[in-house]
């Protein structure tokens, strides 16, 4: 089994800044690519980011500019730094892991979810 721990949510001004960080822990072989999703009520979660375990992102257009995804390999860790925050970016926000999990002969692929860390963009 896999956790994803979130933390770094609040509230925060327009213009303002956040840093996310998602720390994954458990038994497993490897995380492939980690990512980070929101969900504003009555909306369909949508992902923001992502990023392979080699470094490469990729981003929706929504958040291009503005926000940007690291991690940290050796620590399971991957963080969303948020920048120019707009009252739209409130939202549940929501970390994802594609982890590779073996038994010693099988490898299988999951995916894993934090528990969703509340951002709200307010004046």
């Known amino acids: 089994q896999v956790q994803l721990v979130e933390s770094g949510g609040g509230l925060v001004q327009p213009g303002g800044s956040l840093r996310l960080s998602c720390a994954a822990s458990?038994?497993?072989?490897?995380?492939?690519?980690m990512g980070w999703y929101r969900q504003a009520p009555g909306k369909q979660r949508e992902l923001l980011a992502t990023?392979?375990?080699?470094?490469?992102?990729n981003y929706a257009d929504s958040v291009k500019g503005r926000f940007a995804i690291s991690r940290d390999n050796a620590e399971n860790t991957v963080w969303l730094q948020m920048n120019s925050l707009k009252p739209e970016d409130t939202a549940v926000y929501y970390c994802?892991?594609?982890?590779?999990?073996?038994?010693?002969?099988?490898?299988?692929?999951?995916?894993?979810w934090g528990q969703g860390t509340q951002v709200t963009v307010s004046s």
């Open positions: 994802n892991a594609r982890v590779i999990e073996t038994n010693g002969i099988q490898y299988v692929i999951r995916d894993y």
């Open positions: 458990g038994t497993f072989f490897s995380i492939d690519t």
């Open positions: 990023i392979t375990d080699g470094g490469s992102t």
